[in-house]
């Protein structure tokens, strides 16, 4: 079950650190009706209320392409709002949960910067997991079509043999 002094423990903590910048994350929440959304907006409300300068990044899920969810995160407060698309939209199938794929993940970075035009978006593209350099290029374009300003790229790294096995280690071009 969730804490409801979560938000306040989380703020409290943050604002002891010292810290300016912060990335909330956590696993999915499909234990909740709104995937956590409102948890995660009340998180971030109280850490800006205790810090008006703090920096925050929200690393959330698509919440099943749930536009509310969306909003609710997205109208918070935050900084930035980061969703990881995670491969190119060939390998959605085999890299993802079945659940999630490469259109909701757009639909939901795009919705959040429809929202909140001075909202910076985030996302994130493992590679070595079999993509091609077109593909990338297309991910990197479709991206950018849904507004979204960062992206990130990490190798992608086997954790037990149970994984899928890396494709190819990426060197530098």
């Given amino acids: 079950p969730i804490d409801p002094g979560e938000p306040k423990k989380v703020a409290e903590a943050v604002s002891k650190w010292g810290l300016d910048y912060v990335v909330l994350t956590s696993v999915d929440r499909d234990d909740m009706a709104d995937g ?5 907006s009340e998180t971030i409300r109280t850490m800006k209320a205790l810090d008006s300068k703090i920096k925050v990044e929200a690393l959330v899920s698509d919440y099943g392409g749930d536009l509310s ?4 995160v ?4 935050l900084d930035v709002y980061a969703h990881n698309v995670e491969t190119v939209e060939r390998l959605q199938g085999r890299v993802r949960d079945r659940r999630a794929g490469y259109a909701q993940s757009l639909a939901t970075l795009a919705e959040a910067k429809r929202l909140v035009p001075s909202l910076v978006t985030k996302s994130s593209v ?3 997991v079999g993509e091609k350099h077109e593909e990338v290029m297309q991910c990197m374009r479709d991206l950018r079509d849904a507004g979204v300003e960062i992206v990130t790229f990490g190798q992608y790294l086997r954790p037990s043999r149970r994984h899928m096995r890396v494709y190819e280690y990426v060197e530098e071009a």
Avoid at 69 to 72: D, G, I, L, Q, Y
Avoid at 74 to 77: D, L, N, P, T, Y
Wanted: proline share 0%; hydrophobic share 40%; glycine share 24%.
């Fill in 36 to 40: 956590g959304a409102g948890h995660f």
């Fill in 69 to 72: 969810c969306v909003r609710t």
């Fill in 74 to 77: 997205a109208e918070s407060g």
């Fill in 126 to 128: 493992m590679l070595g």
